[in-house]
């Protein structure tokens, strides 16, 4: 039996593996365009910390409204995360990430129109109700395609769209700047609108290159769609037999609370960190924010693109993410309390390691949720920790002004962000040591696959789900 069994299920009794071909086509036909799409949205989101010192001087805009204006993105953004991320989970990510895109882009663009701090204000708001849904969106849409042995090496490669939003937008934007009284417009207005459009375009593009789900696609066979859909529907039965499955359930999950809390410390450190880098740059070196200031102020992106790249996916081969992601907590409170009080070159240098540590350490964060819930509990817990962390970006600016204000000094703000990031490793201990494995058909034993070739009867449900054909299950 055992050896019909290790026929009929791809990659049991060979030395060919489709379910590592899957993994590997999906990897290269997906996460390019993923992290372009995460590019331009954060591109989008935080272009506004390189325009600070051109609104304040053409339109007077105060550094409390700035502050206002770069935080409140984060509550149109939290009130519609959960909705969203349902209405994704039940129309499929390729029509819906394309409406994100199209719209926020639109929107960000209308920027270039601000008259003053409350269109400023305003604008902001209607940006982040637009944009909410992307960020929770993907993580979801990698649930439908990568087993969690995986999951981690692939969210950090998504993450290299965060960073290299950050090491080619901020020159970028620092061009666009230097674009000033081109045509007619400031070079602020020409970076919101070609920043905005571009997003726009890409999100027509959706439309055609973003699949829902691996039974939607040609470039995989039907030998490789089943064996990526056994593994993922063995995921699956795990979660609902833990009970993890259910949204209503999942609210009331304490490990949900402890993932919110976690993260909107991080986003605290993260966007505290992110709208004030090219500010900070610039006070180091004792020049105005251009394209000097912002080519070094790519720098720890640049730093942390390299990072991503290495840290999560060791974390994910050694299986020890809790260990690994400590250090890169201890890696953002260090590197910001050090550069409140370092000199130009080692305040960059620790601008360097924080914002390593702020990628890798969100890479390994989503490796912890995901393992943890599915079905519609992971489309909606997905979206309250995001939309409840996220709310850390509105915190964040206004926490540093105010701490500045109060203690009459530029560095009481940086002293925050570290504080923000020990609470984190602090909450972190209380996170798994271990993520979970969900054996991959190669690696099953006879008797294994015995077993579970008599339970595969109950699983067609969970197959049809993930979207395998009905021939596929037969």
């Known amino acids: 039996m055992s050896t019909t069994f290790s026929k009929s299920v791809p990659g049991v009794g060979s030395t060919a593996s489709p379910l590592q071909d ?41 550094p409390v409204s700035f502050a206002l204006g770069a935080g409140i993105f984060f509550v149109g953004y939290a009130l519609c995360e959960v909705p969203s991320n349902l209405i994704l989970h039940r129309v499929g990510a390729r029509r819906w990430m394309a409406r994100i895109m199209i719209s926020w882009g639109l929107i960000a663009a209308c920027t270039m129109f601000v008259k003053g701090g409350m269109s400023f204000v305003a ?41 290299l939003a950050l090491v080619l937008g901020t020159p970028l934007s620092g061009l666009l700047l230097a674009m000033d009284r081109i045509g007619g417009l400031a070079g602020w207005q020409w970076m919101f609108m070609i920043d905005g459009l571009l997003a726009s375009a ?35 039965r795990r979660k609902e037999a833990e009970g993890t499955s259910s949204f209503l359930r999942a609210l009331r999950d ?31 070196l004792g020049v105005g924010i251009g394209l000097k200031v912002s080519l070094i102020a790519a720098l720890p992106w640049l730093c942390a693109v390299f990072g991503v790249f290495f840290w999560p996916p060791l974390a994910a081969r050694i299986n020890r993410p809790r260990t690994f992601f400590l250090v890169a907590l201890l890696c ?25 540590g702020i990628i890798s350490a969100q890479a390994i964060f989503w490796t912890f949720p995901t393992d943890r819930f599915g079905g519609t509990a992971a489309a909606g817990a997905i979206a309250v920790i995001n939309a409840l962390g996220n709310l850390g970006g509105f915190a964040a600016p206004n926490l540093r002004a105010a701490a500045d204000h109060l203690f009459q000094t530029r560095t009481a703000g940086l002293h925050v962000l570290g ?56």
């Open 419 to 474: 504080i923000a990031a020990l609470l984190g490793v602090a909450l972190a201990t209380l996170l798994p040591a271990r993520g979970r494995r969900v054996i991959a058909p190669t690696d099953l034993a006879s008797d294994d696959a015995v077993h579970l070739s008599a339970h595969l009867s109950k699983d067609l449900r969970l197959l049809n789900r993930i979207g395998v054909p009905r021939s596929l299950n037969s």
């Open 202 to 236: 890409v999100g027509i593009v959706a439309l055609f290159a973003l699949p829902d789900r691996p039974a939607d696609v040609s470039w995989l066979n039907d030998t490789e769609k089943q064996a990526l859909a056994m593994v993922l529907a063995r995921e699956s």
């Open 22 to 62: 899957a993994i590997r086509k999906a990897r290269i036909r997906l996460v390019p365009f993923l992290i372009l799409m995460y590019m331009l949205a954060f591109l989008d989101r935080t272009n506004v910390g390189m325009a600070k010192q051109a609104l304040a001087d053409t339109l007077g805009l105060s």
């Open 332 to 356: 953002i409170a260090g590197g910001t309390l050090i550069s409140a009080h370092a000199t130009p070159q080692v305040g960059i240098a620790m601008l360097c390691i924080a914002a390593a």
């Open 123 to 163: 604008l902001r708001f209607v940006l982040g109700v637009a944009e909410a849904g992307f960020f929770p969106g993907v993580i979801l849409y990698l649930t439908y395609w990568f087993p969690p042995e995986e999951r981690a090496r692939v969210i950090g490669h998504f993450y290299v769209g965060y960073a």
């Open 254 to 284: 304490p490990w949900l609370l402890l993932f919110v809390a976690i993260y909107f410390l991080i986003q605290i450190s993260n966007y505290g960190v992110t709208f004030f880098l090219p500010d900070q740059v610039s006070q180091l």
